[in-house]
């Protein structure tokens, strides 16, 4: 009688072990390194899952990372098939791109509207304070596009010019901070006209509206043709992006970072990186 009690509690304590970390496992989120089963998800990531869809704002105007092609609809790009590949290990069939801009993003993030950001999103201490951010998936520096004639070769030179950047990015004050410097002093207001999309600058240098285009490398290389030039002498300002989410989806914000550390290691992202013919041209 009293070893077939023994017996007992000790099948009852080893049932509530296997339970206990079993609970604990769902609770403390699917490590994307441990293979995550739509068993153990976290909670937000599981949301996803049971929708069906992985909502992902990306860009649309920026070749090589996120691209929509006016024809065919169909995105392209480094961005795109991160988000592709996110939805394919969560084991979501279905992924809805919504165009975002510089100025939009954040929004979109925070009303709930899409699940992630994943459009050349600079990591920033003061961005940090409203989003969540993985590890950065790539790294590129600021630069500037101009017209072969322009005569534009230093910070000295951009005194006197007209300069188009993105409104909500972080070029204006990168540019600002570079030209100080090197002793050059930049105003928002003399030297700074702000617009809400890239074709909308690249227009706007070709109609000699501004006299450059401030943005990532990355991003101005999409823009490049016949008449206009990338400086190789003004490059500044690293710009590290990672995938955004919203505050609270900390289960999320935590796979997403786990994806990001394994397809750096793996060579996954460089796999990307190269079939998008998106390395960077130089360093940050
Ligand atoms: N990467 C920069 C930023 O996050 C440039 C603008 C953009 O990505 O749209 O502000």
Redesign the pocket.
Same mark, same amino acid.
């Given at each position: 009688m009293k070893n077939w009690k023994k017996g007992m509690s000790l099948l009852l304590a080893v049932i509530m072990c296997v339970a206990f970390a079993a609970c604990s496992s769902s609770e403390g989120g699917g490590s994307a390194e441990g293979g995550s089963t739509p068993d153990n998800l976290p909670s937000d990531v599981q949301a996803i899952v049971d929708r069906g869809v992985l909502r992902v704002g990306v860009k649309s105007d920026v070749p090589n990372f996120g691209y929509q092609d006016v024809l065919t609809e169909e995105y392209s790009g480094l961005e795109i098939d991160l988000a592709n590949k996110i939805a394919e290990t969560i084991g979501v069939d279905d992924v809805e791109f919504t165009a975002v801009t510089?100025a939009t993003r954040g929004q979109l993030l925070d009303s709930g509207d899409i699940d992630m950001v994943i459009? +050349?999103? +600079?990591i920033n201490d003061e961005r940090k304070e409203s989003w969540n951010f993985t590890t950065p998936y790539y790294t590129d520096a600021v630069s500037l596009l101009v017209k072969k004639d322009s005569g534009i070769a230093d910070y000295a030179d951009l005194s006197d010019k007209v300069i188009g950047v993105?409104t909500g %990015? +972080? %070029?204006m004050e990168a540019l600002i901070a570079a030209a100080a410097e090197q002793g050059v002093t930049l105003t928002s207001a003399a030297n700074f006209s702000e617009y809400a999309t890239y074709p909308e600058i690249k227009t706007a240098l070709d109609a000699g509206r501004v006299d450059a285009f401030c943005?990532?490398g990355s991003?101005l290389s999409g823009y490049l043709d016949d008449s206009v030039e990338l400086l190789e002498s003004i490059r500044f300002a690293p710009?590290e992006y990672g995938i955004a989410t919203k505050l609270s989806n900390t289960g999320l914000a935590e796979y997403l970072d786990d994806l990001v550390n394994t397809w750096l290691e793996d060579g996954t992202i460089d796999q990307m990186i190269s079939d998008n013919g998106a390395a960077a041209s130089f360093e940050g």
């Open positions: 510089a459009a +050349t999103f +600079t993105a %990015s +972080t %070029s943005v990532d991003i710009q």
